[in-house]
């Protein structure tokens, strides 16, 4: 069984399309995460979502926009998608309140290409 | 703010070289906690060791050890007669613990190209 699962893997769309990126986590986790890699390999917080909650808005444009319908997803739509979109996003989930041990579980990353 | 810096960009050997990566950090807080995950060429991020801001021990797991100094902030790595499947991007992580979430701050990454 998957833990944190990501979909699509891959997605090669036009500039200006709108495109969502799901994911869904089976640990029973309370906290989901996106993070972006871009092409250098650097790794940066995004969003991150308690119990369907936004806590975490990192300077991201508003094209850039996460919704959590319940605590086991968190989606990823991005509007107008620009060629500086392409990078791979990770989604990630953790135990949320005392229980957090500071741990992320990762998807296997969604390569986001704009042509 | 948190900071992690890995100062090595790109490290190559020949396998059964012995290789450290380093991480250095900084935190104001005195709960925390540090990472290594590898990222091999196939994309995925892969939990190697998470230690806690008092656990000082350094740590043995097969040919990977792992150096935790709080006096020196650094969190260094070795790998003991690498192979080529140790080829990989390596990053160096520090968690803050805020409220029950975690804010992980990345390393740039050190890319470990081992050669036959």
């Known amino acids: 069984d998957t833990a944190v699962s990501q979909t699509p893997k891959y997605l090669v769309t036009q500039m200006g399309n709108d495109k969502s990126i799901k994911c869904e986590q089976n640990?029973?986790?309370?906290?989901m995460y996106w993070y972006k890699q871009d092409s250098k390999k650097f790794l940066k917080i995004m969003f991150s979502?308690?119990?369907?909650?936004?806590?975490i808005n990192e300077t991201v444009p508003n094209r850039f926009s996460p919704k959590s319908p319940d605590k086991a997803h968190l989606n990823l739509h991005i509007n107008s998608l620009e060629l500086g979109d392409s990078a791979v996003y990770f989604c990630?989930?953790?135990?949320?309140?005392?229980?957090?041990?500071?741990?992320?579980?990762f998807g296997e990353g969604s390569r986001l290409t704009v042509l | 703010a948190q900071k992690v810096t890995q100062a090595q960009t790109e490290i190559s050997v020949v396998e059964k070289e012995d290789v450290t990566l380093d991480c250095v950090y900084e935190?104001?807080?005195?709960?925390?906690?540090l990472f290594w995950y590898k990222q091999p060429p196939s994309g995925e991020l892969v939990f190697l060791i998470r230690?806690?801001?008092?656990?000082?021990q350094n740590e043995i797991s097969g040919r990977y050890s792992w150096n935790f100094q709080k006096s020196t902030s650094s969190f260094n790595f070795t790998i003991t007669a690498s192979q080529v499947v140790d080829s990989a991007v390596y990053f160096c992580?520090?968690?803050?613990?805020?409220?029950?979430?975690?804010?992980?701050?990345f390393g740039k990454g050190t890319m470990l190209l081992v050669s036959p």
């Open positions: 990630a989930s953790s135990l949320g309140g005392d229980s957090n041990t500071g741990e992320l579980f």
């Open positions: 992580a520090l968690s803050e613990r805020n409220s029950g979430y975690s804010t992980l701050t």
């Open positions: 640990l029973g986790h309370d906290t």
């Open positions: 230690r806690n801001s008092f656990d000082e």
């Open positions: 935190t104001r807080d005195t709960t925390y906690y």
């Open positions: 979502y308690n119990n369907k909650e936004l806590i």
